[in-house]
């Protein structure tokens, strides 16, 4: 398979590549050239298969001509063995025909696990073949840091450096971060916030040259590797609610369009999906698109939903490519003029295609609260803020009541104490097994001044297995 850049002008890649390279020199987001496309007897067949058996199938075509596939497939079958549900993604029922996908029995509770347990798999295989080690940067204000360090920490030929904002994160969130300890792995608390690290990452890349030759990767929502592990679940949905010889819809709270811009590829593979909805906080940059065709950029707010709190959404310039007949320039100038600080609309019949399949709602806190209460009350059940979200935007926009609804539960409840406490549910929320003992757990944390010369300087010092880097 070949990926292309969504602003035309960079090279084209293979997978291995596309998995080292983060951004595309031009400034895009790599996309397949061709998307696979199944047919409808290939799905039905899949149907009760183990999860893991059904990823091979499904993503078999992105990694071809760079992973075996003996490789991949026991690849595969270790990433989705550390689930702690025998199903990998659950489905739960809450009334007729309305159902959550549970997405949180991964290691970390988030759904961002089931693409970094596999992108940290798939780096140190890739790597052990080359002979190579690289260094990984990301800055985290809570979920992505936990779910990146998890998925690395096995790796042997990766050193992981994430930086968060000191005393702003939540306990339960440093803990899950500070307390997997490894000598590839390194915690760093920043004395500044979540842009100062943010900054520094991007500074970072843009200039690599502290690290001596050693290749500097991302592991933020941008990923291919993220989006493609993420199209499996909606096909594991689909086929246990009568797919895919009915069509189902799917809700999906969402900031940067990487869970639903998977939901849309898999529809594009052949997976009869006939809405999507996009489910998002009081930063409504996707919503006020999707409703209104206008894209602009607004202050942040912060929400009781904090992994939806951005202001840029980062993947949907992989969906404006084709609706713009993957024209690369055309992308090119909206960005542009996007960057330049305009605001931009899409020609209307573009607008009305996107429309074909997708809806959108914007939901505030004191909603999702009510959602968490009136679920709890129907069922028993405690959602994640985020979930609730998707929860009320399915029932606000769900065009047919005879199509199973799934929305996508993208965390598990205990991360988001606040809301629940909010939400008045009135319950003590207990930790699962694996993390029981997480407050009894050694730290593993340095902090250091928000300054990026310190920063570079204490990622060259420990870049290699806890130790300096060597020039290559
Ligand atoms: C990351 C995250 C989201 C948003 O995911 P996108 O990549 O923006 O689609 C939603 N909920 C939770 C719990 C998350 O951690």
Known sequence: MRYISTRGQAPALNFEDVLLTGLASDGGLYVPENLPRFTQEEIASWAGLPYHELAFRVMRPFVEGSIADADFKQILADTYGVFAHASIAPLRQLKGNEWVMELFHGPTLAFKDFALQLLGRLLDHLLAKRGERVVIMGATSGDTGSAAIEGCKSCDNVDIFIMHPHKRVSEVQRRQMTTILGDNIHNIAIEGNFDDCQEMV???FADQSFLKGTRLVAVNSINWA??????VYYFHAALQLG?????????VPTGNFGDIFAGYLARNMGLPVSQ???ATNRNDILHRFMSGNRYDKETLHPTLSPSMDIMVSSNFERLLFDLHGRNGMAIADLMDTFKSGGGFSVEEDRWIEARKLFDSLAVDDEQTCKTIADVFYETGEVLDPHTAIGVHAARECRRSLATPMVTLGTAHPVKFPDAVEKAGVGRELALPEHLADLFEREE??????NDLAT???????????????QAI
Request: with cysteine; glycine share 8%; proline share 5%.
């Open 202 to 204: 991007k500074a970072s």
């Open 226 to 231: 993220r989006i493609m592990a993420q199209i």
């Open 243 to 251: 797919g895919p010889a009915r069509s189902v819809a799917f809700s």
């Open 276 to 278: 999507l909805i996009v």
């Open 444 to 449: 593993r944390c340095t902090v250091l001044a």
């Open 455 to 469: 920063v570079q300087a204490f990622v060259a010092e420990h870049g290699n297995r806890g130790k300096p880097i």
